[in-house]
């Protein structure tokens, strides 16, 4: 079946560690991409997107993923994680043949201890 | 700011009961969703609907409804309430999807339901 696979399921990291979380898809042809985030208590909200351009998309607080289409990857990236990212992340898709719907991965969640 | 609100952040339920859940967008969306999100899973969409009293089944439809008599409007029913559908179940609102144009959709707080 088509999906959205994030292979980290948890992922522990000291500050200022560097981060990359991984999302894959298996959808082919044109697919938007995005990442939310759900920190501890609060609404999932977008972190970034990518829907054409540069594959490189920037995000809020640091983020950025790299869109590489040959190998069907939208991993998410951060060169030094603080204590204030603990939270879930999940990537998503909007497949080309169902534009109606987000297809979400499983999450990623992080814990940033001091 | 886009607001999705929902009609409860906690709820516990009784085997068989019937269950309404209740969301609310501002923003005028067309689109409207229901997820559930569970430990592992993921969200895992329940329902959607596209247009006032139009609805569409997403990939867990099973042992669900929903009602839209109101653009604003998007409620979830469980029929007879299950322990197997203890839950987060999340709101999101969008405007219609268009081609290169860009598109987001908006969250509510969730609602955590324990059916027991």
């Not at chain 1, 560097?18 to 609060?42: A, D, H, I, K, R």
């Amino acid at each position: 079946a088509q999906s959205v696979s994030q292979h980290n399921h948890h992922v522990i990291l000291s500050e200022a560690a560097s981060l990359e979380l991984g999302c894959n898809y298996s959808y082919g042809g044109t697919v938007n991409l995005f990442w939310y985030v759900q920190y501890p208590g609060q609404h999932l909200q977008l972190l970034l997107k990518y829907f054409s351009g540069d594959p490189l998309v920037k995000g809020i607080k640091g983020f950025e993923a790299e869109f590489i289409k040959s190998k069907f990857s939208f991993n998410l990236r951060k060169p030094s994680v603080q204590w204030s990212d603990t939270a879930e992340y999940f990537c998503a898709v909007i497949p080309p043949s169902d534009t109606d719907k987000l297809i979400f991965g499983t999450g990623t969640r992080l814990q940033v201890f001091p | 700011d886009v607001k999705v609100t929902q009609s409860s952040r906690y709820l516990v339920k009784r085997t068989g009961e019937k269950v309404f859940l209740e969301c609310v967008q501002d923003m005028d969306h067309e689109n409207m969703f229901w997820y559930r999100q569970d430990p592992g899973l993921g969200l895992r969409l329940i329902y959607f609907s596209y247009d006032v009293k139009m609805k569409e089944k997403g990939d867990i439809p099973e042992g669900y409804s929903v009602s839209r008599e109101k653009k604003e409007r998007f409620s979830l029913i469980l029929e007879s309430a299950s322990t197997n559908q203890t839950s987060m179940y999340l709101c999101a609102s969008s405007l219609e999807l268009v081609p290169d144009i860009t598109y987001e959709q908006y969250f509510g707080p969730g609602t955590r339901l324990t059916v027991t």
